[in-house]
């Protein structure tokens, strides 16, 4: 399923596959170990590419075929914007707009005039007659030049592009929400709005008041360790759907998140779809889903799971989007246990995107020579859904 970020992340594959293989367009400003990934807060790109060797951020601003003028001379302005977050900033335009107007020239010159010539701004241009996940081909009309004058930007970014989740229920995802408006309020409170939102939700798992997302009461050790490795994956799970900013407020997408708790009530199935719909668009799943459909729709004859889930890694990697590991790769090599996919496999079974091998027991999504088997009719569904 072709959408926006799809296009996206095969623009941003395809220029990390060039920059590894050492082209000159990109170098030697940046390394060959780079990673694309996403800005958990705002502004927040498209994608990001990473060079943590040369301690460089790209944020990209991708724009899709057939929009106005005015839409592609907007993202100059976000793409601007960027670079005071970081390194620099990069648009991604059609050659021409909607009007058949040739828009990717028109903003090369822009850049360069003398006013803007020192902007730390490149420029992609791709034809919109053949862009699709598997011909990502795009045209380098202004490269990244080492950047004048100091720079301090540098946000904190995740090795990974999609949503991270840890064992999250609807219920829990309810209460979290509830917490982070109602402490979002508190104006002055000492400590952030975060922490005091989650404290009232430990308290919470404490007491035996909460649900996993098999309806059983949850049981964590209270711990300063578990504690705060459960604070944080909460927190990121929040952030990395889009439904609280960085200072822990919730957005426009969170309060709508939120109404839908008071409304229907976490457990429905209005919100279990909701959280479904924001993980595969904002949390970018639906990328990760296309990509390993796209894998085993020429190697699906693999019988052993681990086998198989190697060779997916492999092929994330190859294709520019998961960041090179040497360790991970050994690790593959010598087919050891590990738990790549672990989570996601989980929460793609709760939210009913993947169809399970039987019905016990659960966790269990690998089909022998097949992959995984996603659902698309209900994906679908999802996406169509206001």
Known sequence: MITHDTLAFAIAAEAVRRIRSGDAEWTPLLSTEVYPTSSRSWPMPDFVIVDDQNQITIAAEFKPPNQSKREYLTGLGQAVAYTRDFTYGLLVVPTSAEDDYQIA?????VLQQEVTAPLPVGLLEYDPRVLSPASAS??????????????????????????????????????????????????GAPGTIQDRAFDRLWAQIQAGAVANWAGSIRHVKNTPESREAWGKNYRNFVAHIGWAAADGKLTEEGLRGLRLVHQYGAESRVFVDEVAKT????????????????????????????EWLDAVEEHLENQGLLKRNPGRHAAAVQHSARGFLKAEKTLWENLEVIVPRGQTPRG??????????????????LLTQR
């Open 105 to 109: 020239s028109h903003i090369r010159d």
């Open 138 to 187: 795009f045209t380098v009309l202004r490269r990244l030049e080492n950047r004048v004058g100091a720079f301090e930007g540098h946000p904190q970014l995740d090795k990974s592009f999609w949503a991270k989740w840890r064992d999250m229920s609807p219920q829990e995802l309810g209460l979290f929400l509830g917490h982070l408006y109602d402490e979002g309020r508190r104006v």
């Open 279 to 306: 993980v595969l668009l904002a949390g970018k799943h639906l990328v990760l889903i296309n990509a390993i459909n796209e894998f085993q729709d020429e190697h699906g004859d693999l019988n052993d799971e681990q």
């Open 364 to 381: 269990r999504v690998y089909h022998s020579g097949r992959g995984f088997i996603f659902d698309w009719s209900r994906i679908t569904f």
